[in-house]
């Protein structure tokens, strides 16, 4: 298994997630990682929408042109 490191993560968030945690009766850790696969495993909404037009029909030959954006921030300063 691997493991990561998050920088920079805001007392509030920390304490909202320990917060959260304690809830559901796991460790915060456990919080995290149920967070994060949830967050990995959520199907691309415009795939999904495409898989669902074309069970539907008439949309079989639909292109899908390839992303080569990069994401950004948003800077709300």
């Known amino acids: 298994m691997s493991s990561i490191i998050v920088r920079g993560l805001d007392d509030a968030v920390k304490q909202q997630l320990a917060a959260q945690a304690k ?3 796991r460790s915060m850790e456990a919080e995290v990682r149920y967070i994060l696969i949830r ?3 959520r199907p691309h909404i415009g795939m999904a929408l495409l898989a669902a037009a074309q069970e539907a029909g008439g949309v079989e030959e639909l292109p899908v042109p390839a992303r080569d954006d990069v994401a950004r921030s948003v800077d709300f300063g």
């Open 39 to 41: 967050a990995a495993r």
């Open 23 to 25: 809830e559901h009766g």
